[in-house]
């Protein structure tokens, strides 16, 4: 990891923290949550060894990137705004880009509104709905309440505070761990004033053997400082965003060339008509150029740090091809 350089730059009206590895064309990787560049660690190595320019920065609210403290700083707009003022910053035209979880919700967005910026995007874990597949008629957390109960974790995260107080009631290297590790293919729920089943309502005594616990003592050291409320800032302007993009309404993703990476047992995979969505049209339709949708036997959410060296591959495979 000491190969691998940091520095901050002014994106957007904020400060932000990027680490960056090799020379080439650019891979610029997007994290999820709760996560950081840090989670890229594996790609930034393998793909500046293949002769690109990896980049991986702390997304707004994250590790060392500034945190604003309005909720509304946290819209689609500001954060594909952060993305785009660093392609500027980086001195080229277009990257390509890989994201998972909010990192790939950011992705489709920065596809959405800027294609003109985008070689390339290959996508883990959240496929174009419904996040934002927009459905004229339902806010999106409500479509969640349907779905999936109040009790939901995006439906939780809506009042300021409250998920806050309630994980740090946690020890934080063990949120992290019941986070990173869960199996869980069900909705994660947390019922009022309670942590409920958590993320991971079966945690292992041990670690699995792509996560030590020096990489949980590095999340714990950055979450320590700076806490969760910019994280999950991103889920309280869900509905903000679906107001924001009504002009999108029935658009898709159709001047990019997409592939689609998931786990087998990621939740958001075994998520309710997900499957369907996938593998019966649907996501085809909302994205064209999807050329690949690859499904990782037996892998969970978190991809890029359980199976990362297939993850490589199948990102070199795609990438290489332009």
Known sequence: ??????RTVEVNGIKMHVAEKGEGPVVLFLHGFPELWYSWRHQI??????????????????????????????????????????????GVEKVFVVGHDWGAIIGWYLCLFRPDRVKGYVC??????????????VKTVDAFRVACGEDFYICRFQEPGKMEAEFGRVD??????????????????????EYGNGFNPNPQDTLPSWLSEQDIAYYVSKFEKTGLTGAINYYRNL?????????WTGVGISNVPV????????????????????????????????????????????????????VNNHIYQFINKF
Request: with cysteine.
């Open 239 to 247: 509905n903000l965003n679906w107001e924001l993009t009504a002009p």
């Open 259 to 310: 592939k689609f990476i998931i786990g087998s047992v990621d939740l958001v995979y075994n998520f309710p008509g997900m499957k369907e969505y996938i593998h019966n049209g649907g996501f085809k339709k909302d994205v064209p150029n999807l050329e690949e949708v690859v499904v990782q036997e037996g892998v969970a959410h978190f991809n890029n740090q359980e199976a990362a060296e297939d």
């Open 124 to 137: 883990l874990s959240v496929p174009f709905r419904p996040f934002l597949g927009r459905d004229p008629k």
């Open 172 to 193: 934080t290297a063990d949120l992290f761990k019941n986070i990173l590790t869960t199996r869980l293919t069900e909705a994660p729920v947390f019922p009022k004033g």
């Open 1 to 6: 990891m000491e190969t691998i350089s940091h």
């Open 45 to 90: 190595l393998g793909l500046s060894s293949l002769g690109y320019r990896a980049i991986a920065p702390d997304l707004r609210g994250y590790g060392d990137t500034e945190a604003p403290g309005s909720i509304t700083s946290y819209t689609c707009f500001h954060l594909v705004g952060d993305v785009v003022a660093l392609i500027d910053s980086l």
